[in-house]
């Protein structure tokens, strides 16, 4: 097996030498863009004057410089940057016209500015091997992190990528990338967001699972520095236009999941919704038993969880603890409450825990000081209407339903008892 040599300067020396090339591409997101994928992005790049500056940061072998220069001419000016010596290499015999970089973009400082920056930026949040995909750079983190003022929560490095090519645009420059559909609507994004509704005018592509074996849903985005607004797009059909883009979850907002939300009250307004006690805390409670023994109840995971039902016989944790000892990890085990999936795709499943047990995953939804029928509302979770609603809204963005749309999902007024229930407005 080929090993590959030291690419980061001194940074992750010791570990970058070790690695196969394998997984040197799994470190650094190199994944090669599917060619139809790179034809349908150069359309949507067309050079806005005779002569453009036209940049592919993390460009493997330049796809996009070379499919840009046999669409629109090779007399552009072209420049491609890669972090791996190979891929520069590659890109080099590709792409002869092309002047291409070895380094990282991330700290790139160019003297000059770019009419057209166009790729498919590496995507994964940036960590310890263990965890996160992009272990190579996590020296690189502190610096990156001062860098980008998006920078926000576990990130994601394609949120860095974007905000660098956009600063390395002229002021009418425009960009043209790639990249998994997650900042639509995860809050790690909301300074991402923000930024891109003050910088220009945002088109966004959905262009679902593009790339093979990779279980991730992408978009392209094209944002334009001059102009402002955002236009969402299902393919090339324009479903949302917002002139007035603030920043807020991109979603595909039809007439009729609009109405549904409408139509109730927040279910964030009428619950408090907690996250389930973590594995490291059930581990360290002195109660608790990794053998199932007489007088102990097993610790529920999201396996337990049935739209309207939970499997209370299976433990599929691995810990089994005193039901009565349930409240001392989290207050509310010692109360029946309504329980939804967290990691079950986009959709709603939902139960009502009668009985009290521990968890160690899901959300947990504490009533706020009113009547609710919460058996209505689980049969309401759990229904064909609003399994229609989170899908049309939020797709496949991301494999799990968050926290934001949970708190978001429309209650009827009917399953509200208290008259004086004040009828909130929704959010955005
Ligand atoms: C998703 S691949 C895209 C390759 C090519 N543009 C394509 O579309 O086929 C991402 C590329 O980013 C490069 N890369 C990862 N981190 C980088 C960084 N910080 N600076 C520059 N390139 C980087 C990888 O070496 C890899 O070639």
């Known amino acids: ?114 009419d057209i920056v166009i790729g498919n930026p590496p995507y994964g949040i940036i960590g310890d091997e263990s965890h996160y995909p992009i272990h190579t750079l996590r020296e690189r983190k502190v610096i990156y992190k001062q860098r980008f003022h998006t920078w926000h929560g576990k990130f994601n490095i394609y949120g860095a990528f974007i905000e660098h090519a956009i600063n390395l645009l002229k002021p009418d420059g425009k960009l043209v990338f790639v990249v998994p559909a997650s900042w639509l609507v995860l809050d790690d994004f909301s300074k991402l967001r923000l930024f891109l509704a003050h910088t220009g005018r945002l088109a ?125 990890l989290r207050f509310f085990y010692g109360f029946p409450h309504i329980v939804v999936g967290h990691t079950k795709g986009t959709r709603v499943v939902a139960a009502l825990d009668e009985r009290c047990y521990p968890w160690r995953e899901e959300f947990h939804l504490v009533p706020k000081e009113c009547n609710l029928d919460l058996q209505a509302i689980v049969w309401h979770l759990n229904s064909e209407p609003m399994q229609a609603y989170v899908r049309t809204l939020y797709r496949d963005f991301v494999p799990h339903l968050t926290l934001t749309m949970l708190k978001r999902v429309p209650i009827p007024h009917d399953l509200v008892s208290r008259n004086e229930m004040p009828k909130l407005p929704l959010e955005g």
């Open 204 to 328: 966004v592509y959905y262009v679902g699972k593009v790339f093979q074996r990779r279980n991730v849903s992408c978009v392209v985005i094209v944002l334009e520095k001059s102009g402002k607004g955002m236009n969402l797009y299902d393919g090339e059909k324009l479903i949302v236009s917002k002139p007035d883009y603030k920043g807020e979850l991109i979603r595909f907002e039809t007439p009729q999941a609009l109405e549904f939300e409408r139509g109730g009250i927040a279910l964030g307004h009428l619950f408090d919704i907690h996250f389930a006690a973590r594995s490291p805390e059930i581990r360290a409670h002195p109660q608790v038993s990794t053998e199932p023994q007489r007088g102990l109840v097993p610790v529920l995971t999201g396996r337990n969880l049935k739209p309207g039902w939970i499997d209370y016989e299976h433990c599929y944790s691995g810990f089994w603890m005193p039901k009565e000892a349930a409240p001392t």
């Open 1 to 114: 097996m080929v090993r590959c040599c030291k690419i980061l300067g001194d940074a992750n020396k010791g570990e970058i030498a070790m690695l196969t090339r394998a997984k040197l591409d799994r470190a650094l997101g190199a994944v090669p863009t599917p060619k139809e994928l790179v034809e349908f992005m150069v359309t949507l790049a067309t050079p806005p004057k005779d002569h453009c500056r036209v940049l592919e940061p993390a460009c493997g072998d330049c796809p996009f410089l070379e499919a840009f220069a046999e669409r629109y001419g090779h007399h552009h000016e072209f420049v491609g940057i890669d972090i791996d010596p190979e891929a520069v290499y590659r890109a080099k015999a590709r792409v002869p016209f092309a002047t291409i970089l070895e380094g990282d973009f991330l700290l790139w400082q160019p003297s000059e500015r770019f």
